[in-house]
């Protein structure tokens, strides 16, 4: 029996093969949930549910730009119609633009809010609608950031919004507990992903020794950030609401 059996699920921003929203979904389905699998990527949102499927998971393919409202609404109306309810929101999507303040233009500020922050109120908005409306509670993880916890140079667009990532979601914990709709925080530290491919490549040095300041002195990997997602989607967490979980191998406890 699988830790997630017969749950319908949505994680957004999953269709890269080592990301944190693909390595989400497939962990998903692994303990027999369904998963609406979404991304602004069409073709790799479809090659994730495609290798769930054809692991015997069950998934379902959607493009979804997750700064559009109009957006979120084809999506919530397409789970509706299809399973009539959700059970798990992951709001996983996010883009990073690392430059310092005297660097980082009011564009760059617009957009990483748009897609880290405001997609976040509207799928979590949505949601909580559809939740209510079926009155069977459910879990809504957010994906913040240990840049949303602690100050982290070059990331004062990226940290804004995932700080307010964090308030967000305690805010709806509170107003949604009555109901059984849980809504938590996780704030990956750095992770194994192609992101960090760039980053060795253009300055292995630093790189280094970024690493070695990490108490546990490796990286993550995508499949932590699954697993803490996994307890939050289960019944395993189901009196846990408000909280943040953070994956970071020990940086923000120095």
């Not at 994906?143 to 305690?170: D, Q, T």
């Not at 109901?179 to 760039?198: F, K, L, W, Y």
Request: proline residues 2%.
């Amino acid at each position: 029996m699988g830790r997630l059996d017969g749950k319908i699920t949505l994680v957004t921003g999953a269709a890269s093969d080592r990301g944190l929203g693909g390595a989400t979904a497939r962990r998903f389905a692994e303990e027999g949930a369904f998963i609406y699998v979404s991304d602004l990527d069409a073709n790799g949102a479809e090659a994730t549910a495609q290798s769930i499927r054809a692991a015997g998971g069950q998934a379902e393919a959607m493009a979804h730009d997750v700064a559009s409202e109009e957006e979120w609404d084809r999506i919530f109306a397409a789970i509706e119609k299809g399973h009539g309810r959700l059970d798990v929101l992951v709001n996983n999507a996010g883009i990073a633009v690392l430059k310092p303040i005297g660097e980082l233009t009011a564009a760059d500020w617009t957009r990483q809010n748009r897609i880290n922050l405001d997609s976040v109120f509207y799928g979590t908005q949505r949601a909580v609608a559809l939740m209510r409306k079926v009155g069977q509670g459910g879990s809504i993880i957010n994906l913040s950031s240990i840049a949303g916890i602690a100050g982290v140079p070059m990331c004062g667009a990226y940290g804004a919004a995932k700080g307010g990532v964090r308030i967000f979601s305690k805010v709806i914990a509170m107003e949604c507990a009555a109901e059984n709709i849980r809504c938590n925080s996780v704030h990956p530290g750095m992770i194994e992903t192609a992101m960090q491919d760039v980053a060795r490549k253009d300055n292995p040095e630093g790189f280094e020794q970024i690493v070695a300041s990490i108490p546990m002195r490796r990286l993550g990997e995508p499949r932590d950030i699954a697993n803490m997602n996994l307890f939050l989607a289960s019944d395993e967490s189901r009196y846990i609401t408000g909280a943040e979980f953070v994956v970071d191998g020990g940086v923000t406890a120095m």
